[in-house]
């Protein structure tokens, strides 16, 4: 497998709405050579909800990782490392 991302944890915080959400996002190797994208989504605090999707190519694992940063990015979600900056 070509080098994966390292696991992305995302949160989105507005108190003015009481609203305290994560989403999570890692790539792991299957005992078949495929490669699943793991997603994890919920309220912080709770061990919210999963989905697994499963790509024969890494490159496509990949990419639909990238695509779903991109898009909770757009929505208000940041990075960890980026609100311990803040």
């Known amino acids: 497998m070509p080098q994966s991302p390292a696991p992305l944890h995302l949160t989105r ?3 003015s709405c009481n609203m ?6 890692s ?3 299957t ?3 495929e490669v699943m994208l793991i997603r994890t989504w919920g309220r912080i605090g709770t061990s919210g909800q999963v989905k697994v999707q499963t790509f ?3 490159a496509e694992a990949i990419d639909a ?3 779903l940063r991109h898009q909770k ?4 979600y940041r990075a960890e490392s980026d609100i311990a900056d803040a």
Do not use: I, N, V
């Open 13 to 15: 915080r507005d108190p």
């Open 20 to 25: 305290s959400r994560f989403y999570a996002l």
């Open 27 to 29: 790539l792991e190797p």
């Open 31 to 33: 005992l078949f050579g």
């Open 56 to 58: 024969t190519q890494p």
């Open 65 to 67: 990782l990238d695509r």
């Open 73 to 76: 990015l757009k929505r208000g």
